[in-house]
């Protein structure tokens, strides 16, 4: 939280930005609710650049509206009394506030740069709530605006401390972070008080300052904050595309916040693309030349969907592996067994299994521990994984047991590869507390279907015989490869 030193340094500190007279009245307009719409176009006419860009905007194509708007009255007709409000608000305080940033009384903060990035935040913030059918797409616009407006108060009241902190990252998370570490609040906490100091209504202050902070779930619904959350992440990737990192974040902002995937990122890029021209025009500034627009917007999209087919492809992959040791679960074994056993038996294509079972295992988590146990496990894993090709399938088929699929393999290839499997599984020396050495060994019960013979008529004849192998290889002593015999 932001300490009562910091807040007088707040109250009393001379190079902040004040606000026009005209936004102080907006401000307190916004704030009545008694507010009457003749005193809402008599002040705001007392600006003409106020009330040419609130013109321009009622006539823009974010508002869609069929009628032409002349006069103040028309706008207010078209928009609605409390749109307007907001509207005014935004351009009233990203007026003064940006010929304050821009006019150079701070060489060291570019204010242009800030203002792009606020500006594509506004925007991002609208079109994330055009997309998700919420009412109050300019309450959206406005806090996309002013969400980091803690920044200019950072730089106004410790412009050479901040400076290290500012320039050291284009991160938004890790600035933020760096912040409180260093100065004991973030930019979001300062903030807060500042737009309370300058009477903002209070949804929009809270919103803010709920944008920084963690997720809530989702079953709430999209609110402003959640919006505003993902807004900046949507801008951080619009001003730094070069940045593949700002990409994932954003992914995972928009994951998190509103349950959005890749397919709905890009509904709302495309929503971005048909207003940014009208918000660079009313804001007079550019966020991107016009002939970058389009190859920025069209990388996006692709970047969207190649991460889209990644993590579906992670997604699946997560659900066929076992979570501890990585070697696919038992419902991958039997899907895989399935097809490579059709294929075989259709086209006379040899096929071997095995079945590997550690001996004395539950020794070893009496006595050592699970913790233990499970070390093993991954080692026993990792080191048939590194023996085996990509086209064979090691499945954990139970506790300390694990089947092998070996397509295309006849037996007599398979002999030399399951023999040095169960040498390397008996070399492992797993390491206990540094001190104790524990290796296991491996009983292979072995299966296979040969060209000519009709031994086998299901998948699961194919597990029976490897399971009866492995239980003779028990038998016959441990540590010991059983091929099945008719």
């Not at 509207?87 to 940006?98: D, E, G, P």
């Not at 190859?295 to 979570?323: C, N, T």
Request: net charge negative; charged share 20%; glycine share 6%.
């Amino acid at each position: 939280m932001i300490d009562d030193s910091l807040r007088r340094r707040l109250n009393i500190c001379e190079t902040l930005p004040t606000l026009p007279a005209v936004a102080v009245k907006i401000i307190e307009l916004a704030n009545d609710p008694q507010a009457d719409i003749g005193t809402i176009c008599q002040y705001i006419s007392m600006d003409p650049v106020l009330s040419a860009k609130l013109l321009r905007t009622a006539n823009t194509p974010l508002y869609k509206s069929r009628r032409i708007a002349t006069n103040i009255r028309q706008a207010v007709s078209i928009l609605g009394t409390h749109t307007v409000l907001v509207i005014a608000l935004s351009f009233s305080l990203s007026h003064s506030l940006m010929q304050a940033s821009l006019s150079g009384q701070n060489a060291a903060f570019d204010g242009y740069v800030f203002w792009r990035r606020s500006i594509a935040s506004a925007l991002a913030c609208r079109a994330l709530g055009e997309k998700l059918e919420l009412s109050y797409l300019d309450d959206l616009f406005l806090a996309g605006l002013i969400q980091e407006i803690g920044i200019i108060a950072f730089w106004a009241l410790m412009p050479e401390e901040y400076e290290k902190i500012f320039n050291a990252t284009t991160d938004h998370d890790i600035l933020l972070k760096t912040e409180r570490e260093t100065l004991g609040c973030g930019h979001d906490e300062l903030g807060y008080a500042l737009l309370k100091r300058w009477h903002i209504p209070d949804y929009i202050a809270l919103s803010c300052i709920n944008s920084h902070s963690q997720p809530e779930p989702r079953h709430l619904g999209p609110t402003l904050h959640s919006c505003l959350a993902v807004s900046r992440y949507l801008a951080d990737y619009f001003i730094y595309p070069q940045e593949a990192e700002k990409m994932v974040a954003l992914n995972e902002a928009a994951k998190d916040w509103l349950g959005f995937d890749a397919n709905a990122l890009i509904e709302v890029i495309k929503i971005m693309e048909v207003g940014l021209s009208a918000v660079e025009d009313l804001f007079e500034l550019t966020i991107h030349h016009p002939s970058q627009v389009t190859g920025i917007l069209a990388e996006a999209k692709e970047l969207l969907l190649i991460y889209s087919l990644s993590r579906m492809k992670d997604l699946e992959d997560k659900s066929q592996r076992d979570g501890l040791t990585g070697a696919y679960n038992r419902t991958y074994f039997d899907e895989t067994l399935q097809r490579e056993f059709y294929l075989a038996t259709q086209y006379n294509l040899p096929l071997t299994i095995a079945i590997i079972d550690l001996d004395h295992f539950k020794d070893v988590n009496d006595t050592y521990g699970h913790v233990a146990g499970d070390s093993i496990l991954a080692n026993v894993v990792k080191t048939i994984f590194d023996q085996i090709r990509q086209d064979d399938t090691l499945s954990r088929y139970g506790g300390e047991e694990f089947a092998l699929i070996l397509p295309g393999t006849p037996l007599t290839a398979a002999r030399n590869l399951i023999a040095r499997l169960k040498d390397a599984i008996a070399a492992i020396a797993y390491k206990f507390d540094g001190a104790t050495t524990i290796r296991v060994t491996a009983s292979i019960g072995v299966a296979a279907y040969q060209e000519g013979e009709v031994n086998f008529f299901e998948p699961k004849d194919m597990v029976k015989a490897a399971d009866s192998a492995l239980y003779a290889a028990k038998n016959a002593g441990r540590n010991q490869i059983i091929e099945w015999r008719k």
